[in-house]
């Protein structure tokens, strides 16, 4: 591969599929819902109910291309 002309930092892409796009996008999201579940439940001193069930996204492999 040629990369003259690329500049400094020449980078190459490869196509992601949407659905582990959103995979990694919502456990982020996940992470930080249950973290501010927790915050909230801190400062308004209330007691967590064991087991505490957090919030989870789950993708549906259903509609798989």
């Known amino acids: 591969m040629d990369k ?24 982020n999201i996940q992470e930080k819902l249950n973290d501010l579940i927790m915050v909230d439940r801190r400062i308004e001193s ?7 069930v957090p919030v989870k996204i789950v993708v549906d492999e259903k509609y798989r291309d």
């Open 46 to 52: 209330k007691e967590l109910k064991i087991p505490f």
């Open 4 to 27: 003259e002309g690329l500049g400094k930092k020449p980078y190459l892409y490869t196509a992601a599929a949407p659905s582990e796009i959103v995979r990694k996008i919502s456990k």
